[in-house]
């Protein structure tokens, strides 16, 4: 009998136990069925942004090039200054020899058209560098005009009725002519790397953006990297424990959560107006963001300081170190990892910047490529703000393929941090 | 912590030292002021670059208001050289800048913007009069039972307002309070709307801070929705959804013209010619203003004004037309030719 009792009791118990071994396998199943659901819903998100913008702005890779032959006739080039020649007649008159059946002024101004305003600077540029092709007769590859580029991509309609379209019929079979002959070809976009902004979509590129975001970065990197690491190390080494510290510690932590434009109207009123520095500049840009990338690197910097374990020190301390050399020869150098990855990601913040840049005049139209840090300049997260506004229906497909080459960059400086990270990191 | 310091104070130096020369000779035209002259003003800006040898001009969208605010903070290289505006200065900004020390203004008109009602080509063209305009947009109208008082807006559809509009729900996209498109599209659509019932334009002469108030003030029940200054977006709305219209300037009716289409306003399209003649009542003249002690200091400045004022520029069959700009008439041309020929201020 009681061996039977013995044998039920645990029976019992193990009925009950089982059943609610059943329900928390399910509840911890489900939770983690949540937890992939929330990260495919992220992804997919991922994937939207992705699709929508590659889509939108692979076709800006390729630029539409049209090959005219051109008579650089010596009536045109009269007087000694080569730049007074008439470049725009010379690109007419061999369009009208291509074309010799056009001859009403309408006509003839939507055959103009075909080709971009930029065609009589590259005859321009041909002369300059070698004046001795005038007399002769030259093939030559000018860029086409925007609308007639967006045609060949298929960006516009060609089934939609004439007089909704920009690109006439005319214009259609002229461009269908020159492209069974040939003459119309699309290749890789070089302009799109090598040139600053400008208000003819086949002529604008990032170039100008580019590096002006690389010298206002530059300076970023080179005042708040050193400030940030030396006000960390002051904080966590040598501050002593008191209300000012503690006062000092709370606005540093405040400063990382400040919307970002407040540094620019305090750009504005300090560096612009009292300091008087010139508007539109990488000066005043890589200040600007250095006091806005200061609190994120003096946080992560001091996080780093800390993780270094106080045996450490006190071993430093204990062979004969003083306090300085300590941590300058000990503390520092295992630090750093951390204070690299909380830079980088500090500065992929800061490239993506325009609010606190609107304030100090660098939301601007500017076309000469920065070649110092007092020319007037602009960065690429404004660059494609810009041509976001533009009502060119060729700006759409340069915004986004600028915006593929800013997230490439961002990729890349988050993905070196995590790299980084991974492979400097010490695991006491 | 030794090299750390002198890297910081070798920076801080080098800063100092390479900003002293620059601000004391701006070798580039500044210009700044409204976002709808700035599409025009960018072009002439890079074909100045381009032809001459002075650099290009920097041009910032800072929006009017934002524009004269900087222009009049006084003569020096450090404030702007020129403002454009899609308005004609004010008489109190006139007078903040002569306080500032910027006494000779020169101002020059460029030509005229057209501002559209657009739908998307999906939909039938709708036929709209000021009139109607005012009814279906402002706060608040004159009562169809009483007339004489004004009641807040009561109509959901574009049949009540008028019923030989079509029935679909009154849903306009247009610019925020900070646009200088608004400011034109109230005092040009519906104020001349408004002035058709007699009792407020009565009002102008009794009670003018009113009767601004019942002009200009737009709906807020969320008829009119607020798209932003972005009108490549407002577009785009505009296809996703036939019913709505948008309100934007002709240059991205132009652009756009496979996609979208523009309402008839008092019968009269929105097309180039009609806006040059003068028929399409809603269009504003765009302006810029030069500050005539720095025409002679910053390099460039009589070559700027002289492309922006050349015929191949801002004539008929000139590349800012193209743009979607609407040129003056000829004699029009000819007098702004002349004053800034002779850098004609203000007031002279």
Known sequence: ?428 | MKTKGFLLASALTMTMISTAPAMAARDYISIVGSSTVYPFATVVAEQFGKTSGFKTPKIESTGSGGGFKLFCGGVGVEYPDITNASRAIKSSEIEKCAANGVKDIVEVKIGYDGIVLGNSKAATPLKLTRKDIFLALAKDVPDPKNPGKLIPNPYKTWKEVNSELPDIKIEVLGPPPTSGTRDAFVELAMEGGAKKFDFIKAMKKADKKAYKKVCHTIREDGAYIEAGENDNLIVQKLQANPKAIGIFGYSFLDQNSDVIQGSYVESEAPTFENIAEGKYPVSRPLFFYVKKAHVDVIPGMKGYLAEFTAEKAWGEDGYLADKGMIPMPDAERKEYAANVKNLKTIGM
């Not at chain 1, 056009?102 to 103009?112: I, N």
């Not at chain 1, 990601?345 to 993506?352: E, K, V």
């Not at chain 1, 840049?357 to 500017?366: C, D, E, K, R, S």
């Open chain 1, 1 to 428: 009998m009681k061996r039977m009792q013995n044998t039920q009791q645990p029976a019992n118990i193990n009925l009950k136990f089982n059943e609610g071994l059943k329900r928390r396998y399910r509840a911890e199943k489900n939770f983690q069925r949540m937890g992939i659901g929330a990260i495919a819903i992220a992804l997919t998100f991922l994937a939207f942004l992705f699709i929508s913008i590659i889509s939108k702005g692979y076709t800006a890779f390729q630029q539409t090039y049209i090959q005219i032959e051109v008579d650089f006739e010596p009536s045109y080039f009269t007087s000694e200054n080569l730049s007074a020649a008439d470049y725009p007649g010379l690109v007419k008159a061999s369009l009208r020899k291509m074309f010799p059946e056009v001859k009403e002024r309408r006509e003839k101004r939507r055959l103009y058209g075909l080709v971009s305003n930029s065609a009589a600077f590259t005859l321009y540029d041909m002369v300059k560098e070698n004046p001795n092709i005038i007399g002769t007769t030259r093939q030559v590859w000018v860029l086409a005009d925007d609308d007639v580029d967006m045609m060949v991509k298929g960006h516009y309609d060609r089934s939609i009725p004439e007089a909704d379209r920009r690109v006439k019929d005319n214009q259609l079979a002229w461009i269908d002519t020159l492209e069974q002959n040939n003459k119309l070809k699309k290749k890789f976009n070089t302009i799109f790397f090598s040139a600053g902004d400008s208000r003819e979509p086949e002529q604008a590129g990032i170039w100008g953006a580019v590096r002006g975001s690389f010298y206002t970065l530059l300076l970023t990197l080179a005042l708040s990297f050193p400030i940030g690491v030396a006000a960390a190390i002051y904080l966590e080494e040598f501050a002593p424990n008191n209300v000012w510290t503690d006062i000092i510690e709370i606005n540093i932590n405040n400063l990382a959560a400040v919307p970002s434009i407040i540094f620019g109207l305090l750009g504005l009123a300090i560096f612009i107006n009292f300091w008087g520095m010139p508007r539109s500049t990488p000066i005043v840009g890589g200040l600007v963001l250095t006091l806005m990338t200061l609190p994120t690197i003096i946080i992560a910097a001091r996080a780093s300081l800390k993780s270094v374990p106080p045996s450490i020190r006190e071993a430093a301390l204990g062979i004969g170190a003083s306090k300085i050399q300590m941590v300058t020869h000990h503390v520092l150098p295992l630090a750093l990892p951390g204070m690299l990855t909380g830079t980088i990601i500090g500065m992929a913040q800061a490239l993506g910047e325009t609010a606190p840049l609107l304030m100090i005049g660098m939301v601007a139209f500017i076309v000469d490529v920065p070649g110092s840090f007092t020319d007037p300049s602009t960065v690429l997260p404004v660059q494609i703000y810009l041509w976001a506004d533009s009502p060119e229906r060729a700006f759409t497909e340069k915004t986004s393929a600028a915006i593929m080459i800013l997230l490439g960059f961002l990729v890349l400086m988050n993905g070196a941090a995590v790299y980084l990270r991974k492979k400097f990191e010490i695991k006491w």
